[in-house]
T-cell receptor
Framework: GAVVSQHPSRVICKSGTSVKIECRSL??????MFWYRQFPKQSLMLMAT?????????EQGVEKDKFLINHASLTLSTLTVTSAHPEDSSFYIC????????????FGQGTRLTVV | QKEVEQNSGPLSVPEGAIASLNCTYS??????FFWYRQYSGKSPELIMS????GDKEDGRFTAQLNKASQYVSLLIRDSQPSDSATYLC???????????FGTGTRLTIIP
C-alpha cells in the first residue's frame, strides 16, 4: 500500500504551548487528508477533512481556532494544536487519500501527544 | 441507528480456525468499503478494500460485500496469534470524501 509518514511519533509539551504535527504522503499525491484523534480504547474520531489549497472542513464540536490545519501541497498537511492543555493529550492520526471514487485511504503512524 | 455497526467483541478464535468479522451500514448510497487492522497503540493499517458485490480474496483474507443486505464481512483463514487486533470497518458514501468507521471488533486468536 501507499506510504503516509507522520512526524513526530511522540511529543511531550508544556501546557499553553503549541505543537505542530506533519503528515506526508511519500509516494502519491494526496488530494484529501483527514485528521483523527483517538482516546484509549475508543474508536477513531474524525476532526477535520482538508483538501489541498483550501480551508479544512471541521467536524461538529472541533474548535478550528485550536486545531489549525494547513494543506499547502498535495503531499503535506499539518495539524497545529494551539495552547495545548492536558485534556488535549491523545493519539492524533492522519490519513491520506488520492481521490474519492474507489480509492483507498492510508494512515500515518500516529502522534502520541502528552501535555503536562 | 449507527451509520456503521460492528460487534465490539471480544471475539476469540482458536489458532488455525477461520475468524469471521461482520459489519452493517445504514446508508444505501455507500460506495466503498474497507477493513483496517489496528494493533494496540498503533495506527490503523488497510487490510482490504471492496467496491462491488461478491467476494474479494487476498492471501488469508476474504472480504464479502452484499449491498442489498447492507452487509460487509471479513474472513481470516488459518488465523494466527499475530492476527489478534481490533478490526475496523469503514464505509465511504458516494460523493463524500470521508470514511465513516465502525467502533471496531477486538479479535483474539488463542494459541
Amino acid at each position: 500500500g501507499a506510504v503516509v509518514s507522520q512526524h513526530p511519533s511522540r511529543v511531550i509539551c508544556k501546557s499553553g504551548t503549541s505543537v505542530k504535527i506533519e503528515c506526508r504522503s511519500l509516494d502519491f499525491q494526496a488530494t484529501t487528508m483527514f485528521w483523527y484523534r483517538q482516546f484509549p480504547k475508543q474508536s477513531l474520531m474524525l476532526m477535520a477533512t482538508s483538501n489541498e489549497g483550501s480551508k479544512a472542513t471541521y467536524e461538529q464540536g472541533v474548535e478550528k481556532d485550536k486545531f489549525l490545519i494547513n494543506h499547502a501541497s498535495l503531499t503535506l498537511s499539518t495539524l497545529t494544536v494551539t495552547s495545548a492543555h492536558p485534556e488535549d493529550s491523545s493519539f492524533y492520526i492522519c490519513s491520506a487519500s488520492a481521490g474519492v471514487v474507489n480509492t483507498e485511504a492510508f494512515f500515518g503512524q500516529g502522534t502520541r501527544l502528552t501535555v503536562v | 441507528q449507527k451509520e456503521v455497526e460492528q460487534n465490539s467483541g471480544p471475539l476469540s478464535v482458536p489458532e488455525g480456525a477461520i475468524a469471521s468479522l461482520n459489519c452493517t451500514y445504514s446508508d444505501r448510497g455507500s460506495q466503498s468499503f474497507f477493513w483496517y487492522r489496528q494493533y494496540s497503540g498503533k495506527s490503523p493499517e488497510l487490510i482490504m478494500s471492496i467496491y462491488s458485490n461478491g467476494d474479494k480474496e487476498d492471501g488469508r483474507f476474504t472480504a464479502q460485500l452484499n449491498k442489498a443486505s447492507q452487509y460487509v464481512s471479513l474472513l481470516i483463514r488459518d488465523s494466527q496469534p499475530s492476527d489478534s487486533a481490533t478490526y475496523l470497518c469503514a464505509v465511504r458514501i458516494s460523493g463524500n470524501e470521508k470514511l465513516t468507521f465502525g467502533t471496531g471488533t477486538r479479535l483474539t486468536i488463542i494459541p
